[in-house]
């Protein structure tokens, strides 16, 4: 597949500047929320066909999210655009200094297939904000979103500035050989490694949105039922398919057995005696990854759960105990409905434990006791942080999204996605009269000159009188 028209045809438009008046923008964003209001039922019913997704989930993590974003966006593109000035040192006082916040141009979004709405349609409410063209490639995996998709938002959107390419593995290599101005990806680090050696090629900056495995410390003074539900929640939303899962807990032996116990009784009240009857419980997205999270079943014992179907692509809410942490299922992200218990001595264990291992996505900590909170929170590091409670924190906008280290590089969300997809270019006008201020930094030089223009320019340290 050749993209190179494609491309040609969005740079096109973004050199004429058409994505740039605001007016534009707001034109296509109300136009996104359209498309969103006007497919809903079509929606969900795609998201139903690739993982069975009830619509509670998909309606809270894929629709509202997307269109809190594009309302943010609406309410605030206005002043989001606005140059910002900055304070001017001596040499600049006569001038104007500021930051004008620039598209890149023709951005690419790749988005993978677990939440195939939000992740792929957030990215773009922040390209076009920030007025760039963009091309998005949604998961072939996740196909009938991506056909939706595909066929859907081209209806709405301006054609000659945003196009959807719908491409796997092969197509996406000759895709990403062509030059963006900037690539936002979501999807597992071993990819991202590929798109950013891809990007290098151009030099074309990235943001990578990766996964990984985010611990969970239960600490033995904390409300137990309270934290089993949480846990359960968010580990057991989307059928475990989410990057930011609590993907293993970490707890003591005093409260282990306490744990495990609430967690079976909260897995039975919220999915009932055969969750596989459930209507709130999701299927795993293809027959390849069945395969990869079922094989994971073969590790430690089964407290609860442990059933199978491969024809329906099922896999039982299950809980796992005697895990060794040279076992795959503690080594490689989950993403599925399975959540391990790993007993360890107490909080430094558990921190150890954490802090010998790439850096996540998400750190959790349940505790009712502040300090070990406020520890857990100094002494471990992670895209994002909740206490006594898993992904909830995501659905706040005006918190960064993002990872470190392995779990990813950059932010979006909120005012960060505008941020992510805006350069940030240095402005500084001058006048071309007043020469005579400018004669300092011209040959011939002299010692005298240098002191007057060093001390005009240099920042001093506050509340010093000595030279530095
Ligand atoms: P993936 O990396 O396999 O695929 C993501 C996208 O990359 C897809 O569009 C796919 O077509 C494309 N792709 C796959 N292989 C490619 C290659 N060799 N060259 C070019 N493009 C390629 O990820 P996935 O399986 O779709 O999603 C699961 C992973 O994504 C998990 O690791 C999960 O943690 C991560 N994830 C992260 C976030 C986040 O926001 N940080 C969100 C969701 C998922």
Same mark, same amino acid.
């Given at each position: 597949?050749?993209?190179?028209?494609?491309?040609?045809?969005?740079?096109?438009?973004?050199?004429?500047?058409?994505?740039?008046?605001?007016?534009?923008?707001?034109?296509?964003?109300?136009?996104?929320?359209?498309?969103?209001?006007?497919?809903?039922?079509?929606?969900?019913? @795609?998201?139903?066909?690739?993982?069975?997704?009830?619509?509670?989930?998909?309606?809270?993590?894929?629709? @509202?999210?997307?269109?809190?974003?594009?309302?943010?966006?609406?309410?605030?593109?206005?002043?989001?655009?606005?140059?910002? +000035?900055?304070?001017?040192?001596?040499?600049?006082?006569?001038?104007?200094?500021?930051?004008?916040?620039?598209?890149?141009?023709?951005?690419?979004?790749?988005?993978?297939?677990?939440?195939?709405?939000?992740?792929?349609?957030?990215?773009?409410?922040?390209?076009?904000?920030?007025?760039?063209?963009?091309?998005?490639?949604?998961?072939?995996?996740?196909?009938?979103?991506?056909?939706?998709?595909?066929?859907?938002?081209?209806?709405?959107?301006?054609?000659?500035?945003?196009?959807?390419?719908?491409?796997?593995?092969?197509?996406?290599?000759?895709?990403?050989?062509?030059?963006?101005?900037?690539?936002?990806?979501?999807?597992?680090? +071993?990819?991202?490694?590929?798109?950013?050696?891809?990007?290098?090629? +151009?030099?074309?900056?990235?943001?990578?949105?990766?996964?990984?495995?985010?611990?969970?410390?239960?600490?033995?003074?904390?409300?137990?039922?309270?934290?089993?539900?949480?846990?359960?929640?968010?580990?057991?939303?989307?059928?475990?398919?989410?990057?930011?899962?609590?993907?293993?807990?970490?707890?003591?032996?005093?409260?282990?057995?306490?744990?495990? @116990?609430?967690?079976?009784?909260?897995?039975?009240?919220?999915?009932?005696?055969?969750?596989?009857?459930?209507?709130?419980?999701?299927?795993?997205?293809?027959?390849?990854?069945?395969?990869?999270?079922?094989?994971?079943?073969?590790?430690?014992?089964?407290?609860?759960?442990?059933?199978?179907?491969?024809?329906?692509?099922?896999?039982?809410?299950?809980?796992?105990?005697?895990?060794?942490?040279?076992?795959?299922?503690?080594?490689?992200?989950?993403?599925?409905?399975?959540?391990?218990?790993?007993?360890?001595?107490?909080?430094?264990?558990?921190?150890?434990?954490?802090?010998?291992?790439?850096?996540?996505?998400?750190?959790?900590?349940?505790?009712?006791?502040?300090?070990?909170?406020?520890?857990?929170?100094?002494?471990?590091?992670?895209? &994002?942080?909740?206490?006594?409670?898993?992904?909830? +924190?995501?659905?706040?906008?005006?918190?960064?999204?993002?990872?470190?280290?392995?779990? &990813?590089?950059?932010?979006?969300?909120?005012?960060?996605?505008?941020?992510?997809?805006?350069?940030?270019?240095?402005?500084?006008?001058?006048?071309? &009269?007043?020469?005579?201020?400018?004669?300092?930094?011209?040959?011939?030089?002299?010692?005298?000159?240098?002191?007057?223009?060093?001390?005009?320019?240099?920042?001093?340290?506050?509340?010093?009188?000595?030279?530095?």
């Amino acid at each position: 597949m050749d993209y190179s028209s494609t491309i040609t045809r969005l740079r096109r438009s973004f050199r004429d500047g058409k994505t740039r008046p605001l007016q534009f923008r707001i034109s296509q964003l109300e136009a996104l929320g359209k498309f969103l209001e006007e497919n809903k039922i079509q929606i969900l019913e @795609s998201l139903k066909k690739d993982l069975n997704k009830p619509s509670f989930e998909a309606e809270l993590s894929e629709l @509202s999210l997307v269109k809190s974003e594009i309302n943010l966006a609406l309410n605030n593109l206005g002043s989001w655009m606005k140059d910002e +000035h900055v304070s001017r040192n001596m040499v600049t006082m006569m001038d104007t200094a500021f930051i004008r916040k620039e598209p890149f141009g023709v951005a690419l979004i790749i988005a993978p297939w677990n939440y195939p709405v939000h992740l792929s349609l957030i990215p773009l409410v922040g390209a076009i904000a920030a007025g760039n063209c963009a091309v998005l490639k949604p998961s072939e995996i996740s196909q009938n979103t991506e056909k939706l998709l595909a066929d859907g938002l081209p209806r709405y959107l301006d054609k000659d500035c945003f196009a959807v390419v719908q491409a796997g593995v092969d197509d996406t290599t000759r895709l990403l050989e062509n030059k963006f101005d900037f690539i936002f990806f979501t999807g597992n680090p +071993h990819v991202g490694k590929i798109i950013m050696t891809a990007a290098a090629k +151009h030099l074309t900056p990235v943001t990578l949105e990766l996964g990984g495995k985010n611990p969970c410390y239960v600490h033995d003074e904390c409300d137990i039922p309270n934290a089993a539900r949480r846990i359960a929640w968010s580990r057991f939303f989307n059928a475990g398919q989410t990057c930011l899962a609590p993907d293993y807990v970490l707890c003591s032996n005093n409260i282990k057995d306490k744990l495990l @116990s609430a967690l079976k009784t909260t897995i039975h009240e919220f999915y009932g005696e055969d969750p596989k009857l459930s209507p709130d419980f999701g299927r795993i997205i293809s027959d390849r990854h069945f395969k990869r999270v079922s094989a994971l079943l073969a590790y430690g014992k089964i407290v609860t759960g442990g059933q199978t179907d491969e024809a329906d692509k099922y896999i039982a809410p299950t809980v796992l105990i005697d895990v060794k942490d040279t076992d795959p299922v503690m080594q490689e992200e989950i993403f599925g409905p399975i959540l391990p218990v790993f007993t360890v001595s107490g909080f430094d264990e558990a921190v150890n434990f954490i802090n010998d291992r790439e850096k996540p996505l998400a750190a959790y900590v349940f505790s009712s006791n502040s300090q070990i909170v406020n520890q857990f929170l100094d002494r471990t590091s992670s895209g &994002g942080f909740c206490a006594n409670d898993g992904i909830i +924190h995501t659905t706040n906008i005006n918190l960064p999204f993002g990872g470190i280290g392995h779990s &990813g590089m950059g932010m979006y969300h909120g005012k960060f996605t505008f941020d992510t997809f805006s350069h940030n270019r240095a402005c500084l006008l001058r006048s071309d &009269g007043r020469e005579k201020l400018n004669e300092i930094r011209y040959p011939p030089y002299s010692e005298s000159r240098l002191g007057f223009i060093l001390y005009s320019m240099e920042t001093k340290r506050k509340w010093s009188c000595a030279v530095m």
